[in-house]
């Protein structure tokens, strides 16, 4: 009976040690993220220059991403179908045109012609080019007359739609087809381009940021470093001793990421009248973007582990320089 009531007690005993262990853990967490938070806040000078680093280092990528989603938006608003101009011969009758006109409407790939005469295209020629006497002072007129094609979600894609153009060309009254699509490749790639360049600005800056963080933690361990000594002395493991600072490092990078989002959010705001004005000028809805509470999250969520991965780096690195003697 006395061995089962001490195997008893035993087995109590390091239930309630396994017990306090796990709780003693989880109040130092805690103890180490309020008390690196109060550290922060009783050097208000150097925590503030900190925090603005990362929050310029994140603004700037974050600003430019949004700039361009904007871009996109505005040049998906616009009518980016493309278009297939026909210009006939100079000597093509109105019979046969009437004819083209008809057998073009049957086909599958086109959606909508537009005829243009040559009157017509000589009248808004005049009006847009300015010369207008110059132009009055010919006898005949240069201009022909014009087919403007706007194909169907058939022909849409450049494969497509460079052979229909080459079906249109075969026609005997055609002089020549161009296909007006270049704008619209021409600005898809110039949105790739702006996105590979904010990600490689993107990635420079966030080593700048991990390289603030890491040179803050490496002060602070340095102003800390009899503390450090003592803690070791006494049995302080590194894990021990490094949860302060992981803390403050990410309380850097999370102070960091809501400063950048509030500026982003200043800087859009701030040009948000000018940008309405300017598109009810065009008769255009356009609205723009900002970040938004999703991106106003993962804007924070990104600065809090680059400032948690640069101290995480920072301590691994001098931490293991300090040893008591």
């Given at each position: 009976?006395?061995?089962?009531?001490?195997?008893?007690?035993?087995?109590?005993?390091?239930?309630?040690?396994?017990?306090?262990?796990?709780?003693?853990?989880?109040?130092?967490?805690r103890?180490?993220?309020?008390?690196?938070?109060?550290?922060?806040?009783?050097?208000?000078?150097?925590?503030?220059?900190?925090?603005?680093?990362?929050?310029?280092?994140?603004?700037?990528?974050?600003?430019?991403?949004?700039?361009?989603?904007?871009?996109?938006?505005?040049?998906?608003?616009?009518?980016?179908s493309p278009?297939?101009?026909?210009?006939?011969?100079?000597?093509?009758?109105?019979?046969?045109?009437?004819?083209?006109?008809?057998?073009?409407?049957?086909?599958?790939?086109?959606?909508?012609?537009?005829?243009?005469?040559?009157?017509?295209?000589?009248?808004?020629?005049?009006?847009?080019?300015?010369?207008?006497?110059?132009?009055?002072?010919?006898?005949?007129?240069p201009?022909?007359?014009?087919?403007?094609?706007?194909?169907?979600?058939?022909?849409?894609?450049?494969?497509?739609?460079?052979?229909?153009?080459?079906?249109?060309?075969?026609?005997?009254?055609?002089?020549?087809?161009?296909?007006?699509?270049?704008?619209?490749?021409?600005?898809?790639?110039?949105?790739?381009?702006?996105?590979?360049?904010?990600?490689a600005?993107?990635?420079?800056?966030?080593?700048?940021?991990?390289?603030?963080?890491?040179?803050?933690?490496?002060?602070?361990?340095?102003?800390?470093?009899?503390?450090?000594?003592?803690?070791?002395?006494?049995?302080?493991?590194?894990?021990?001793?490094?949860?302060?600072?992981?803390?403050?490092?990410?309380?850097?990078?999370?102070?960091?990421?809501?400063?950048?989002?509030?500026?982003?959010?200043?800087?859009?705001?701030?040009?948000?009248?000018?940008?309405?004005?300017?598109?009810?000028?065009?008769?255009?809805?356009?609205?723009?973007?900002?970040?938004?509470?999703?991106?106003t999250?993962?804007?924070?969520?990104?600065?809090?582990?680059?400032?948690?991965?640069?101290?995480?780096?920072?301590?691994?690195?001098?931490?293991?320089?300090?040893?008591?003697?």
């Amino acid at each position: 009976m006395a061995r089962s009531d001490s195997s008893g007690k035993g087995a109590v005993h390091s239930k309630t040690s396994l017990t306090d262990k796990v709780r003693s853990y989880w109040l130092h967490h805690r103890s180490s993220l309020l008390g690196s938070l109060m550290r922060l806040l009783s050097t208000p000078g150097q925590t503030l220059m900190t925090t603005l680093v990362v929050a310029i280092a994140l603004a700037l990528p974050a600003t430019l991403l949004v700039s361009l989603s904007n871009i996109q938006q505005l040049g998906d608003s616009w009518d980016a179908s493309p278009k297939v101009s026909v210009y006939l011969n100079l000597r093509a009758r109105d019979a046969a045109i009437e004819q083209l006109l008809e057998r073009l409407q049957k086909l599958p790939e086109v959606a909508d012609v537009q005829y243009l005469s040559s009157e017509q295209v000589l009248a808004d020629f005049q009006r847009l080019s300015g010369f207008g006497e110059a132009l009055e002072a010919l006898e005949d007129n240069p201009l022909p007359a014009t087919l403007i094609i706007t194909p169907g979600l058939a022909a849409v894609e450049p494969e497509a739609l460079k052979r229909l153009g080459d079906k249109i060309a075969g026609e005997a009254i055609v002089d020549e087809v161009s296909l007006d699509m270049e704008w619209v490749r021409r600005l898809r790639e110039l949105m790739v381009l702006g996105k590979k360049i904010v990600a490689a600005l993107a990635a420079l800056l966030a080593l700048g940021v991990l390289l603030a963080i890491g040179n803050t933690i490496r002060l602070a361990i340095e102003n800390r470093r009899d503390e450090i000594i003592i803690a070791k002395l006494v049995g302080g493991t590194n894990g021990f001793v490094r949860r302060p600072f992981i803390y403050i490092g990410g309380w850097y990078g999370l102070m960091g990421g809501a400063l950048a989002s509030l500026l982003v959010a200043a800087g859009f705001w701030i040009i948000q009248d000018t940008v309405a004005r300017l598109a009810l000028l065009y008769q255009s809805d356009f609205q723009l973007d900002t970040l938004g509470i999703g991106g106003t999250l993962k804007l924070i969520g990104l600065g809090t582990l680059l400032g948690w991965l640069g101290a995480w780096l920072a301590v691994g690195r001098h931490l293991a320089q300090i040893e008591p003697r």
